[in-house]
């Protein structure tokens, strides 16, 4: 999984700090600190960080094996 932060976007409300606060952490009023590679167990959170978001600023990647295996 793949975590990307529109930083141009963000406006620094901290909703995901609160959905995901081991993945992201606002330091100072408008500085975001996140994990881009979190584990995918943390998947369930991290989806919640993303829909708490009210810019949308957070997207998810996921990486599908079956797709990659394809030829």
Known sequence: MR?????NRCQGYAQCCYAAPAHFELRGHEILFYDPAPP???????????QACP????????ID?????AP
């Open 3 to 7: 975590v990307v932060v529109d930083l």
């Open 40 to 50: 995918e167990a943390a998947r369930g959170r991290i989806e919640r960080a993303q």
């Open 55 to 62: 810019v949308r600023a957070i997207s998810v990647e996921g």
């Open 65 to 69: 094996l079956a797709e990659e295996d």
